[in-house]
């Protein structure tokens, strides 16, 4: 029996990828293929954060996409706000929980660990944000991204009230609910098409000794 075993498992196995970005055949340029802005994009990227995101380069087969993807995601992470990028990647964390993502947790929980420098906080935010120290606000703004994430019909004005007693604008609250909506639609098209985090997201950010 283990034998038989084995031997359907072989069947049933895919052909080994050298990286893969995505499940899917993909015509991603090489680096020295993009043009010269998306170039520079990447080399920035690689800079400052050690690695070329896979999202990115997945992206980079549509370069119109690309270019749309990355202006609404850095206006959305870095634009101005009321909320920190704390709180942003909060967000990102917690939406993706829920659905399970497993790219955007690995990226999103290594982005709690550096901007919080608190390796705990990154794991209960990817677990289960309601056992996390956090205050009373940002709890607020997790239960109203879980809920609008879960059960979008059921959000009303009660909701938002819940929002504005803990000191959030309301365009705060337009922010927490675009924030919210973006990394739904990223988490579906990242299950979608098995995107594979970056493998560095895994062990980066782990002790809290590691600067940000």
């Known amino acids: 029996m283990p034998q038989n075993k084995t031997n359907s498992q072989a069947q049933t ?3 080994a990828q050298q990286n893969p970005v995505t499940a899917l055949d993909l015509p991603i340029p090489a680096h020295k293929d993009l043009p ?6 990447f080399s920035k ?6 690695l070329v995101p896979n999202v990115l380069s997945a992206y980079s087969h549509n370069l119109e996409q690309l270019d749309a993807f990355s202006r609404l995601y850095n ?21 993706s929980a ?10 999103h929980g290594a982005a709690v660990r550096q ?11 990817v677990m289960n944000y309601r056992v996390a120290d956090i205050s009373a606000r940002q709890r607020a703004m997790l239960d109203f991204a879980q809920r609008l994430t879960a059960q979008p019909e059921t959000i009303e004005e009660t909701d938002r009230q ?11 609250i337009w922010d927490i609910a675009s924030l919210t909506g973006f990394y739904n ?3 579906r098209l990242a299950g979608a098409v098995e995107m594979q985090p970056n493998p560095e997201y895994h062990a980066s950010y782990r002790s809290a000794d590691e600067p940000a």
């Open 36 to 41: 010269e802005p998306v170039a520079q994009y």
């Open 75 to 95: 206006e959305l992470m870095f634009g101005d706000s009321g909320l920190s990028t704390l709180e942003r990647e909060m967000i990102a964390v917690v939406v």
């Open 185 to 187: 639609m990223t988490n």
């Open 115 to 125: 901007y919080s420098g608190n390796p705990l906080l990154g794991e209960q935010l």
């Open 162 to 172: 819940l929002l504005r007693a803990q000191g959030f604008s309301d365009t705060e």
């Open 45 to 50: 990227c690689q800079e400052k954060l050690g």
């Open 98 to 107: 829920h659905n399970r993502c497993f790219y955007c947790l690995s990226a």
């Open 13 to 15: 196995r895919q052909p």
